[in-house]
């Protein structure tokens, strides 16, 4: 059984930083997308990054230059290094995997709040 959990979550002031981690666990990843994704109140869920098994990246613009996604194959566990906050980041984020095959994330946890005060 396929398992993400999120953690790093919490307040921050704008300006400030805030690193999320990813675990996974369940099988092997070795081969799979993984991504986050985030949801403000009110508002759909949104693509904010993803890294493929070969550790290529790709950014949402609005956080393009700002956030940095990783991942430690090793520990099965994928990170969001986000700084130069702002409070349009305060959201529920979400990690999920694409397996290989798929053609859409189909494995989420099950979110972590970040919120970014002015």
């Known amino acids: 059984q396929v398992q993400l959990v999120e953690s790093g979550g919490g307040l921050v002031q704008a300006g400030g930083s805030l690193r999320l981690s990813c675990a996974a666990s369940?099988?092997?990843?070795?081969?799979?997308?993984m991504g986050w994704f985030r949801q403000a109140p009110g508002k759909e869920r949104e693509f904010v990054a993803r890294?493929?098994?070969?550790?290529?990246?790709y950014y949402a613009d609005s956080v393009e230059g700002r956030f940095t996604i990783s991942k430690d194959n090793a520990k099965n566990t994928v990170y969001l290094q986000m700084n130069s906050l702002k409070p349009e980041d305060t959201a529920v984020y979400y990690c999920?995997?694409?397996?290989?095959?798929?053609?859409?994330?189909?494995?989420w946890g099950q979110g972590t709040q970040v919120t970014v005060s002015s």
């Open positions: 890294i493929t098994w070969i550790d290529t990246t």
């Open positions: 999920a995997v694409r397996s290989y095959a798929a053609s859409w994330y189909n494995y």
């Open positions: 369940g099988r092997t990843f070795s081969r799979d997308t």
